[in-house]
Protein backbone atom coordinates (compact mmCIF):
# COMPACT_ATOMS: atom_id res chain seq x y z
CA UNK A 1 0.00 0.00 0.00
CA UNK A 2 1.51 3.63 -0.98
CA UNK A 3 1.07 6.38 1.38
CA UNK A 4 1.38 10.39 -0.19
CA UNK A 5 2.86 12.23 2.57
CA UNK A 6 2.73 16.27 2.60
CA UNK A 7 5.53 17.50 4.49
CA UNK A 8 3.71 18.87 7.23
CA UNK A 9 1.73 15.70 8.01
CA UNK A 10 5.05 13.52 7.88
CA UNK A 11 6.74 15.75 10.26
CA UNK A 12 3.90 16.48 12.54
CA UNK A 13 3.41 12.98 13.05
CA UNK A 14 7.05 12.16 13.12
CA UNK A 15 7.41 14.59 15.99
CA UNK A 16 4.15 13.08 18.06
CA UNK A 17 5.11 9.84 17.40
CA UNK A 18 7.99 9.59 19.51
CA UNK A 19 5.99 11.66 22.84
CA UNK A 20 2.87 9.48 21.79
CA UNK A 21 4.16 6.12 21.63
CA UNK A 22 6.79 6.72 24.99
CA UNK A 23 3.91 5.90 27.22
CA UNK A 24 2.59 2.70 25.56
CA UNK A 25 5.97 1.65 25.07
CA UNK A 26 6.94 1.67 28.53
CA UNK A 27 3.42 0.33 29.71
CA UNK A 28 3.60 -2.62 26.93
CA UNK A 29 7.20 -3.64 28.37
CA UNK A 30 5.71 -3.47 32.17
CA UNK A 31 3.98 -6.63 31.11
CA UNK A 32 6.22 -9.39 31.48
CA UNK A 33 3.82 -11.54 28.96
CA UNK A 34 4.10 -8.96 26.08
CA UNK A 35 8.20 -8.86 27.22
CA UNK A 36 8.11 -12.25 26.86
CA UNK A 37 6.41 -12.75 23.70
CA UNK A 38 8.68 -10.27 22.29
CA UNK A 39 11.61 -11.64 23.14
CA UNK A 40 10.73 -15.18 22.12
CA UNK A 41 9.63 -14.20 18.43
CA UNK A 42 6.21 -14.78 19.55
CA UNK A 43 4.80 -10.91 18.48
CA UNK A 44 7.23 -8.52 16.08
CA UNK A 45 6.88 -4.95 14.98
CA UNK A 46 5.07 -4.34 11.65
CA UNK A 47 5.49 -1.62 8.92
CA UNK A 48 2.15 -0.60 9.58
CA UNK A 49 2.61 0.49 13.25
CA UNK A 50 1.06 -2.61 14.73
CA UNK A 51 2.16 -5.80 16.22
CA UNK A 52 1.76 -8.90 14.05
CA UNK A 53 2.51 -12.60 14.39
CA UNK A 54 6.03 -14.15 12.31
CA UNK A 55 4.15 -17.46 13.23
CA UNK A 56 1.37 -19.40 14.62
CA UNK A 57 0.46 -17.33 18.15
CA UNK A 58 -0.82 -18.58 20.73
CA UNK A 59 -4.25 -18.00 21.68
CA UNK A 60 -2.84 -15.99 24.63
CA UNK A 61 -0.38 -13.95 22.62
CA UNK A 62 -3.29 -13.20 20.04
CA UNK A 63 -5.20 -11.41 22.72
CA UNK A 64 -2.53 -10.03 24.76
CA UNK A 65 -1.33 -8.25 21.05
CA UNK A 66 -4.31 -8.23 19.71
CA UNK A 67 -5.32 -5.07 22.62
CA UNK A 68 -2.26 -3.85 22.65
CA UNK A 69 -3.60 -3.19 18.65
CA UNK A 70 -6.51 -1.89 19.51
CA UNK A 71 -4.68 0.30 22.19
CA UNK A 72 -2.45 1.53 19.52
CA UNK A 73 -5.20 2.08 17.11
CA UNK A 74 -6.96 4.21 19.69
CA UNK A 75 -4.09 6.72 20.08
CA UNK A 76 -3.04 6.34 16.33
CA UNK A 77 -6.73 7.54 15.76
CA UNK A 78 -6.19 10.72 18.17
CA UNK A 79 -3.06 12.11 17.29
CA UNK A 80 -4.08 12.05 13.81
CA UNK A 81 -6.83 13.91 14.62
CA UNK A 82 -4.61 16.30 16.58
CA UNK A 83 -2.13 16.47 13.28
CA UNK A 84 -4.67 16.61 10.50
CA UNK A 85 -3.44 13.01 9.43
CA UNK A 86 -4.55 10.02 8.74
CA UNK A 87 -4.75 7.30 10.93
CA UNK A 88 -2.86 5.22 8.28
CA UNK A 89 -0.31 7.85 7.90
CA UNK A 90 0.53 8.55 11.46
CA UNK A 91 0.63 4.71 12.14
CA UNK A 92 3.02 3.95 8.96
CA UNK A 93 5.19 6.75 10.94
CA UNK A 94 4.82 4.84 14.29
CA UNK A 95 5.72 1.66 12.67
CA UNK A 96 9.09 3.52 11.49
CA UNK A 97 9.63 4.46 15.11
CA UNK A 98 8.85 0.96 16.39
CA UNK A 99 10.87 -1.13 14.49
CA UNK A 100 13.94 1.72 14.69
CA UNK A 101 13.69 1.29 18.32
CA UNK A 102 13.98 -3.04 18.86
CA UNK A 103 16.78 -4.39 20.18
CA UNK A 104 18.59 -7.38 18.52
CA UNK A 105 16.99 -10.50 19.01
CA UNK A 106 13.70 -9.03 18.43
CA UNK A 107 11.91 -10.09 15.19
CA UNK A 108 10.60 -7.03 13.20
CA UNK A 109 8.66 -6.89 9.26
CA UNK A 110 11.11 -5.44 6.61
CA UNK A 111 9.86 -3.46 4.05
CA UNK A 112 9.28 -5.88 1.90
CA UNK A 113 6.67 -8.12 4.37
CA UNK A 114 9.04 -10.53 5.57
CA UNK A 115 9.57 -10.98 8.92
CA UNK A 116 13.76 -9.60 9.92
CA UNK A 117 15.62 -10.59 13.32
CA UNK A 118 16.99 -7.54 14.38
CA UNK A 119 21.01 -7.79 14.58
CA UNK A 120 23.50 -5.03 16.41
CA UNK A 121 23.17 -3.29 12.55
CA UNK A 122 20.32 -1.09 11.98
CA UNK A 123 17.13 -2.71 10.83
CA UNK A 124 15.51 -2.60 7.28
CA UNK A 125 13.33 0.44 7.00
CA UNK A 126 10.80 1.49 4.79
CA UNK A 127 12.39 4.16 2.45
CA UNK A 128 9.64 6.60 3.49
CA UNK A 129 10.48 6.66 6.64
CA UNK A 130 11.43 9.77 8.66
Excluded at 22 to 49: F, I, M, N
Excluded at 52 to 80: C, E, H, W
Excluded at 122 to 129: E, G, K
Aim: charged share 20%; hydrophobic share 40%; glycine share 8%.
Amino acid sequence: MMFKFSPITAAGAAALAVLALSVPASAQQRDPAYAAARASGQVGEKTDGYLGFPGTPSADVRRMADDINIKRRALYAQKAAEQHATVEDYAFTSGCRLIAQTVPGEKYQGPDGSWQIRTAAAPLRDSRCP
